[in-house]
Structure formats: C-alpha cells, structure tokens
C-alpha cells in the first residue's frame, strides 16, 4: 500500500462520526487558510501574481516546502494543492489589502474558533486528533478532504 494510502487511511480512523467530519470539511481550509494569512505577515518582498494577487516571498517559500511534502505522497495530489494554495492566497492578499495592518486580527480570529470547532468535532468523535500523535497529519487533513472529491470525481492520486 502506498504512503499515502496508509496516512488517508490512519487519518480517518479518528474521523468517522459525521459531526466530526463536517466540522472538518470546514475548519481545516480555513486553518490552512489562516496560516498562509499569518506567514504572509513575515517581513519580506512581495510580488504580484495576476490572478491569485500579492504573493510574500515567505508565503512562496512555505508553499514551495508543502508542495515537496505533498510531492512525496502523491504528484497529483501536490499540482492540485498548489492551484488550491494560491486561490487561499488570492484571499489572504484581499484580506490584508482590504483590512491592512488589522487582518492578523482576522486570522486569530478565524483561526481560534475553527481549532475550538475541531476539538469539540473530536470530543464528539471520542478520539484525539490524529496531528497529537504524528505532526505530518496537519498536512494530511488538506489532502483527506480532497481525496473525497477526487474520488468522486473518479481522478486517482
């Protein structure tokens, strides 16, 4: 069985029950999205992507080291987080440019209460997050939720 395989399947033993699983489909895109809103607070250089907006050296660099990892796992699996991660991007560059110096306080805000959702989401699992055992779930719950889509749209990974 595949790497990936094995870490989809280990993710899910700890996210069956159906309130758990919404939760999730929403909390962690916005988690995702959060951190990329909080990395593009690093100090560097921007540059301006037509279609996806302002894109800061570091948010480029922390995609480029989580595109690697997905690489690893699955080369369809990274193309399709790549364009993923860059629409979250599109969405982090109109935060800050509508909110400016204020967004970090949106991103707390959002992230705060999606974390407080996924703790309840497993207190009504019954099972610990799978990330408190291994760190490189942070990463998989991304790619568990687009395996279903993939799936469903029948696209192998």
Not at 13 to 36: D, G, M
Not at 75 to 90: Q, V, Y
Request: glycine letters at 6%.
């Amino acid at each position: 069985m595949r790497k990936i395989d094995l870490l989809l399947a280990e993710y899910g033993e700890s996210h069956r029950n159906a309130t758990n699983k919404l939760i999730h489909w929403i909390c962690v895109p916005l988690i995702f999205w959060t951190i990329l809103g909080f990395i593009s607070y690093i100090p560097t250089p921007n540059m301006y992507l037509k279609y996806f907006g302002f894109l800061s050296i570091a948010s480029g660099i922390a995609i480029m080291l989580v595109t690697l990892f997905y690489c690893r796992l699955s080369w369809r699996i990274a193309l399709i987080m790549i364009f993923i991660m860059l629409i979250m991007e599109h969405f982090v560059s109109l935060i800050n440019i509508t909110f400016g110096k204020r967004s970090w306080m949106i991103y707390l805000v959002v992230f705060i209460i999606t974390w407080i959702l996924q703790f309840v989401g497993h207190k009504i699992e019954g099972k610990k997050p799978s990330f408190l055992k291994d760190l490189q779930f942070l990463l998989i719950g991304p790619v568990w939720l687009l395996s279903f889509i993939l799936k469903k749209m029948g696209i192998r990974y």
